[in-house]
Structures are given as C-alpha cells and as structure tokens.
C-alpha cells in the first residue's frame, strides 16, 4: 500500500508542476478518487455501487445468473458530478437466464467505465450452476455456484501529460492494454434468507499498461487486485408490504481497504405490479487524512443512498442518488444512477416464500 502511495504522490507532484491551467480539473478529479477513495479504475473490473439493490445480484455475484426460471436483463448509467469535466461515469448491460429446465444458467455483461485520464471496457461471460438441497417443489432451499471469465480493455491517456525534460515516469501517448481474469461466486437462498460470496479478479494479472516505458523502482507492485465479497439478508412479510434489511461487505486485498453497506428496502405489491423504496448507508473501515490552513484531520468515506423503483408487468425501473458527507469533498453534487430492466419466461410465484431475486 506504501509503495502504491508513494507512486501516485509522485505522479501528483509532476501533474501540479508540468500540467497547464486547463487541465485543473482533471488533476482535482484524479486526486480526490485517490485520497478520498471513491470507487474508481484503481480495481480493475466493475465497481461496485449499489445497482445491486434494483434486483441486480448478478452484476456483483456470477452465481447468481439463472437464479429465476426465466430470465433477466438490466441496463444501468451512473454519472458523478454533473458539472465536472471528465467525471467518473458507468455503463452496463447484461443478461442471463436458466437453461431451460435444467439446473444451470448463463450470462453475460457488457461495461465501460472512464474516470478522467483512465477509462476500461469489458465483457463477462458467466456460468452457474444451482443445486436444490431438500424439500418439495415449492420451497426455496438452494446453493449456487458461478463462474466468469472477463477479458478487459484499460487505456490511460498520457498524450496531454506535458515534461520540459525525458521523464520515464510519463509515456507522452495514448496506452491501451488488455487483461484476462476470473471472477468466482456462491449463494445460498432459503426461502427469504440468502447470503452470497464472490471473490473479484481472482488471478493477479499483470497490469503492463503501467509499466510501458517507466523503469523497474518507479512501479510498485499492484498486480494483485483481488477483492472479496460478502452480503446477508432476509426479506420479512409475504402480504402487500414486505422489508428486507441487508448487509454488504467489502475487501480489497492489496490495499487492505474495507467498507460496508448497511441496506433497508420496503416493497409493496400494487395493481400493476410493486413498488419499492430503500436506503443504503456505505461506510469505510480506513480513514485518509488531509490538512486545512490550521488543522490536521482524517475522514472516512460515508455515502447515503436513497434508492426507488417499480416492477410494471415484466418492465423493471429504477434510480438511486448516492450523496457524500463529510468536511472535505471535491464536489458538493452526488452520483446518480439509472436502472432499466425487463423480465422474461419467469413463473407466478414459483416458491411459497417472498424472494424477489429468485422468482
């Protein structure tokens, strides 16, 4: 993690002194996603926001793709500060079904991430595998198993990056590299309680776009951008109201950096469908410190996301707005983000229990 800091201080410094005033904005956009740890293109793959709370498991864990017995599709777009240049923003797209009638189910996912200078595109391509453990047909007691190769596409831009001298830290051109990894994943769902693990970029792979041109002591060693997963919940009530409270745990190896997401969601059933509304408070385990004209603090990463939606017919729609806190923030606006979606071939109530995610 030293060593990590030390490289970006370093490119920091360069940036103040070499970098001309137009590109001020870009150079306070890539500071605060270091210091103030914005999800952002440091782990390689698919941040994870809270998408996952609009019926969107499956973006964060393969295992589950196919969870239903017909199919899903969700589209998402998350843009960070409406009046920055260059802002941190996400898009995707994925699918997946059960195999007919068989135990196991496929996916895939499109997405294209850029934060300033940084940007990646890639596709995941899932296989999962769903074991019924006891009980008759219409009781939910089931573990899962998924897995998904990812090829991704990073660019980093350094054509704009200005040297008045050879500087082996700064390519000078547009550099582009891609990277092969695996993402793994299990779930466990009985009747209203599930609980899923996933480990992100399973396999350390080298991350040369990092390295082009610089010599061996200016990089440090950061192919390991492994990252752990954990959520419990339960979905209480099976009339016209029901709430599901959830947790959700984070952990990325190299960094050691941990947070957690503390989720409250309220359904009810209606004409058309159902409509619910939640809440999600993300919270950082590590703090950063920063300095003001006359003190010294640190700051832990703190998001408040209040989320809603609507199930009409097979058509799915919804949108969160995750706002920070906290004394130093490089932006006073927040994050939006959008979620369409549309079910198909899926089963009236399949299972005598209220499990939105597997019916």
Not at 104 to 114: L, M, P, R, T
Not at 138 to 158: A, I, W
Not at 172 to 177: A, F, N, P, R, V
Request: charged letters at 20%; proline letters at 3%.
């Amino acid at each position: 993690m030293l060593r990590f800091v030390r490289y970006m201080l370093y490119l920091v410094d360069k940036i103040i002194i070499l970098y001309i005033k137009p590109m001020k904005h870009r150079f306070l956009l890539l500071l605060a996603s270091l210091v103030f740890a914005i999800p952002s293109n440091a782990q390689e793959g698919i941040p994870v926001y809270f998408d996952y709370l609009s019926d969107n498991y499956y973006l964060v864990y393969p295992s589950m793709a196919g969870i239903s017995d017909g199919g899903k599709i969700r589209a998402t777009a998350r843009m960070q500060w409406f009046s920055v240049e260059d802002a941190p923003n996400l898009q995707t797209i994925n699918a997946n079904f059960r195999i007919g009638e068989s135990n196991s189910g496929v996916g895939a996912i499109f997405f294209n991430d850029a934060n300033g200078y940084h940007s990646q595109t890639g596709f995941k391509a899932t296989y999962a595998h769903h074991l019924k453990l006891g009980g008759d047909g219409r009781n939910l007691n089931q573990l899962s198993f998924g897995l998904s190769p990812t090829y991704l596409q990073s660019s980093l831009d350094e054509s704009e990056f200005v040297s008045v001298g050879p500087d082996d830290a700064i390519a000078g051109i547009k550099l582009s590299e891609g990277y092969f990894n695996i993402d793994l994943g299990f779930s466990y769902n009985l009747m209203e309680f599930y609980a899923h693990v996933a480990v992100t970029n399973l396999l350390g792979s080298k991350r040369n776009l990092y390295r082009y041109g610089k010599a061996n002591d200016n990089i440090p060693v950061i192919d390991n951008l492994r990252r752990y997963l954990f959520s419990v919940g339960y979905v209480f009530g099976k009339q016209e109201w029901q709430f599901e409270p959830s947790v959700l745990f984070q952990l990325s190896e190299f960094t050691e950096e941990k947070t957690i997401d503390l989720n409250a969601k309220v359904y009810k059933d209606v004409d058309f469908g159902r409509i619910w509304g939640g809440l999600s408070y993300r919270r950082s385990f590590d703090s950063a410190q920063f300095a003001t004209s006359d003190s010294f603090g640190e700051q832990r990463l703190q998001l408040f996301t209040p989320i809603v939606g609507a199930n009409i017919g097979n058509f799915m729609v919804s949108y969160n707005y995750s706002y920070q806190t906290g004394d130093i923030r490089f932006d006073s606006g927040g994050f939006h983000q959008i979620t369409l979606g549309y079910d198909f071939g899926q089963k009236e109530r399949k299972y005598d229990c209220y499990c939105p995610a597997a019916q």
